[in-house]
């Protein structure tokens, strides 16, 4: 089978590496003149002027970044079948649609407003600032990623927001209560095209400047319930788009226990690569699988694994490597400063075990920060 994939970066990369063993072929559709896939064949097209090419050479379709124009997907659809749908990637790109069909599901997600002026972001974060007492996080509605076209305000003062305004505003914003978190987590989950659904268990990530750096599962403390929440939760959106593939929902786990979701993301995503090592199938094969129709993987964890984000510069492979239980997995990319170069995944008999492994890679990687965890004292 002929897997086209839109985008060019260092997940359809993985992706093919997963899909090589099932006997699948990759081409990719990249429009942003900067392609790292390096594997397969990739069609550099700015112009817009290729695609007729790319569905001649592809079977079914599917893509690894979710900022692509909407009308780009609706059009392979009269094509050739694009799994997850474009109706998957309009909600997920955009916060605001997001955020409503969390609210009609019945999911719990934080008290928001939409603004798109200066004198509704301000009405918006003096509600918001006098009804919780905690601050406020503004994000653009779309294109935001990795914490960029964001900012947070403690007060509702008009200086403040002014610059905000400026800074990201002159288009929709969304302005959410800021959740006093215990932990950031994540469940990931695959839906097949005949409706089967299979759940990872969930990682908590630990994120510094919006920055994903280190994911951990399946948490050594989760309980039943949450998971079967968390379950809950995704199966309900699944269903509604009628998924097909991996889905993401990134979700800020209260002190009281409880889930709030944050976003979503239609697609493999950093916080699963420690399946490649950790679980029974990985994300990318499941993803593949359920693209291409066929059975889906177990999603059981074999072992407590760790992934660990390579940002900005690489370390000493040599080093790194006789560390017993490390995958490195690099995407072949030139360092420069808050690019993600590549990940490694460290797995272990237990938890204890893990996390002091955790801890010397983290001495031993470039500019990596210390890791931490909610269940580590
Ligand atoms: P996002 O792009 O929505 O994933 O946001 C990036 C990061 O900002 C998240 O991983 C959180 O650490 C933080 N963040 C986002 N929204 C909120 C919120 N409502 N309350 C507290 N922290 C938040």
């Known amino acids: ?31 942003t003149g900067n392609p790292s896939a390096d594997i397969g064949q990739t069609l550099v097209d700015k112009n817009n002027a290729r695609l007729d090419e790319f569905l001649s050479q592809v079977d079914v379709v599917s893509y690894e970044f979710e900022h692509l124009p909407v009308e780009l997907v609706r ?8 799994y997850p749908s474009s109706r998957a990637l309009q909600v997920c790109q955009n916060r605001g649609l997001e955020k409503a069909l ?29 009804k919780h007492q905690k601050p406020v996080v503004i994000k653009t509605v779309t294109e935001g990623y990795d914490g960029k076209g964001q900012a947070v305000l403690k007060n509702d003062a008009s200086q403040a927001v002014s610059e905000v305004w400026q800074k990201i505003g002159g288009r929709e914003l969304i302005v959410e209560a800021f959740i006093d978190f215990v932990r950031e987590v994540s469940i990931i989950a695959v839906r097949s095209q005949t409706g089967e659904v299979r759940f990872y268990p969930m990682a908590e990530n630990h994120h510094v400047d919006g920055i994903l750096r280190y994911s951990f599962a399946p ?61 029974a199938t990985s994300q990318f094969e499941n993803h593949l699988r359920a693209v291409a129709g066929l059975p889906l993987g177990s999603t059981a964890a074999r072992l407590p694994t760790c992934m660990v984000n390579i940002i900005g510069k690489n370390g000493d492979v040599q080093q790194l490597l006789s560390i017993e239980g490390l995958h490195l997995h690099l995407y072949g990319k030139e360092e420069r400063a808050g690019r993600k170069l590549g990940h490694l995944n460290l797995v272990a008999a237990n938890s204890e075990a893990l996390l002091a492994k955790v801890e010397t890679v983290a001495k031993r990687l470039p500019q990596a920060p210390l890791p931490k965890f909610s269940f580590v004292e």
Do not use: C
């Open 219 to 279: 948490l050594p403390n989760l309980n039943a319930q949450l998971q079967a929440q968390a379950e809950g939760y995704i199966q309900a959106l699944l269903t509604e788009l009628d998924y097909v593939g991996v889905l993401t929902l990134e979700l800020f786990q209260q002190k009281n226990g409880e889930l709030m979701a944050n976003e979503m993301a239609p697609r493999v995503h950093n916080s699963g690569h420690w399946t490649q090592n950790g679980a």
């Open 102 to 130: 969390f609210t009609q599901l019945a999911i719990p997600t934080p008290e928001y407003h939409l603004v798109d002026s200066q004198e509704s972001l301000q009405q918006a974060v003096t509600a918001l600032t006098t």
């Open 1 to 31: 089978m002929r897997i086209g994939i839109l985008g060019a970066g260092q997940l359809g990369q993985m992706l093919a590496l997963s899909g090589y063993p099932l006997g699948q072929r990759f081409v990719f559709l990249d429009t």
């Open 75 to 82: 059009q392979i659809e009269q094509h050739k079948p694009v």
